[in-house]
């Protein structure tokens, strides 16, 4: 038997601060499905989605109701598509519609690996396959994109990097009526990983087993509650009360992950231990960090306690499943996360704070909304910015950032659901553009020749 | 199979005899039962073995939530797995 408080406060955590797994993702590798033609491929890799993932959301749906937690979202991730349609990237857009199609079908929310992986280099079919994105994006619902331009061990593609600046505004203004939708689809990458559960950066590596199931655990709230018991305790104290709730939220993660993969007869893949926020109230990251003591989110000490927040989250969850991965940490998404809308809403927290925190936490520049005319440039040099973090540092860093199409600073930008909304953020305004033309390889770090 | 039955909520009278009786109908044994006051609130924790219900897990758990509904209180049935794993190293 156990006892009242171990099962009140399991069912305190469901019903009163937002504890969820976030998403049951499963990575499906599409490399069976080349074909001879863009048709041909696009019907194999229908089929094979729709028949391996046939089961994903009644499983999942399932396991919620047995378990009494809820599954948030049920999700897709597949072989990066510029890989499937190496020998005619032009038809590329077909596979994308067929996996969007499926996606609908199957009842999934997102479907991930519209992707490219030229860390190193882009080859010609990457060249035209990047091009499809932004129309891809904007004829597509659940598909999402993603771009490796860096890494420690290759240093970073600035050639790929100039041209994300442009991709990312043409796909904003190819979704211009719904304030650049498609730029929340399309994320740019440093240090990539393959086997990440959340979207839109999720894509199935290589590397990975035919068919696996990765499992996003979530519960920001669950930390918020569990530090506001204990207003006195120092940081040390602190971050052992985020350790003990990382260590619980992530063991139901490990089991939900474990009884769908066994379910769907699929290869149990990795926890990610990450503390994913939405806009709903008390399921804020930024509201834990105001917990610790911050009078908001952006002042000074967020990096410090985001440092905290992110390594205690990373030591209690690694003990609680037998395989984490992911990327495994805490997400700073602005649109997603109501302690960040209200700060940046009120100019509190700025671009360079969240540049600095993404040093210390687990992804980058996240679902932030900056001005429709933004230079294409600027945007790169954002872009390049995130990977020197990431390389140097050897973490992922992402650039998710959305150019509102006609709107400028003051302005709101609304995407519903879980992507939330933003107020748009000012960028710097010297120009890079000459630094970002130059191209070439930003060779790799020293420390990444470990061999 | 090991489930927890938690029963939650402001009215007692009554409650352990009608959630009893109701897992007795579909053939739902009470290995274990304990009940604590929190504040207002009063809550029941059962421990059941579902391996021989008349019902399959999703319908005795939906069958008891309409019952709580029905007697003014909050029922669940979850599968003993998520509490081991939480609480249990």
């Given amino acids: 038997m156990f006892n009242h408080t171990d099962v009140l406060e399991t069912i305190e955590m469901v019903e009163k601060e937002h504890l969820d797994i976030r998403t049951v993702t499963m990575g499906i590798s599409l490399l069976s499905c080349i074909r001879g033609s863009g048709k041909e491929t696009a019907d194999a890799v229908y089929d094979r989605v729709m028949k391996k993932a046939q089961n994903l ?93 860096g890494s420690s061990r290759s240093g970073i593609n600035m050639d790929a990097v100039a041209e994300m600046g442009g991709i990312i505004k043409r796909a904003a203004e190819l979704t211009g009526e719904k304030d650049g939708l498609g730029c929340a689809k399309l994320v740019v990458f440093c240090n990539a990983v393959e086997d990440n559960p959340f979207m839109a950066g999720a894509f199935h590596g290589v590397g990975e087993a035919d068919t696996v199931i990765n499992v996003g655990v979530s519960g920001p709230g669950v930390v918020q509650h569990a530090l506001k018991f204990a207003p006195e305790a120092n940081l040390t104290e602190a971050a052992e009360i985020i350790k003990r709730t990382a260590f619980k939220i992530t063991r139901a993660g490990q089991l939900i992950a474990k009884e769908a993969a066994s379910r769907l007869n699929t290869r149990f893949g990795i926890v990610d231990l990450s503390l994913a926020p939405t806009p709903a109230r008390g399921d804020s990251v930024a509201h834990i960090l105001q917990e610790l003591g911050l009078e908001v989110v952006g002042c000074h000490g967020t990096t410090a306690a985001l440092a905290m927040l992110n390594d205690a989250v990373k030591k209690g969850g690694v003990m609680a499943s037998s395989q984490v991965g992911g990327l495994s ?24 704070k969240l540049e600095a925190m993404t040093c210390v936490c687990s992804v980058g520049l996240d679902m932030i909304a900056i001005p429709g005319d933004t230079p294409d440039t600027t945007i790169s040099a954002m872009i390049a910015d995130e990977a020197a973090i990431g390389m140097i540092n050897n973490k992922t860093t992402a650039v998710r950032v959305i150019p509102a199409p006609g709107k400028k600073v003051g302005d709101e930008v609304s995407f519903g659901g879980l992507l939330g909304r933003a107020p748009v953020m000012p960028v710097h305004g010297g120009d890079s553009g000459k630094f970002i033309r130059r191209g070439g390889l930003i060779p790799a770090p020293i420390h990444s020749f470990k061999n | 199979m090991r489930a927890v039955v938690t029963v939650t909520g402001s009215d007692r009278r009554g409650v352990v005899a009608k959630v ?45 939530e309409a019952k709580g509904k029905e007697i003014g209180m909050t029922v669940r049935l979850q599968h003993a797995a998520i509490f081991d794993a939480m609480h249990n190293v």
């Fill in chain 1, 329 to 352: 940490g805490a997400f700073i998404p602005v649109s997603e996360d109501i302690g960040m809308i209200e700060s940046a809403t009120a100019g509190k927290i700025t671009l360079d």
């Fill in chain 1, 57 to 149: 959301v009644k499983t999942a749906d399932g396991l919620s109701r047995e378990y009494g937690i809820p599954i948030v979202n049920k999700r897709v991730s597949v072989t990066p598509v510029s890989l499937i349609t190496a020998a005619f990237p032009e038809k590329s857009a077909l596979v994308g519609k067929a996996l969007d199609r499926a996606a609908g079908e199957l009842g999934i929310d997102f479907l991930g690996g519209y992707s490219a992986l030229v860390h190193k280099g882009t080859a010609d079919y990457e060249e035209i396959f990047l091009k499809t994105i932004p129309e891809v994006l904007a004829q597509t619902e659940r598909l999402c994109s993603s771009v490796n331009v």
């Fill in chain 2, 20 to 64: 009893s009786n109701f897992l007795f109908e579909r053939n739902v044994n009470i290995e274990d039962i304990s009940q604590t006051i929190l504040g207002d609130q009063f809550a029941m924790i059962m421990m059941v073995d579902t391996s021989e219900s008349k019902i399959e897990f999703s319908a005795l758990a939906e069958e008891l």
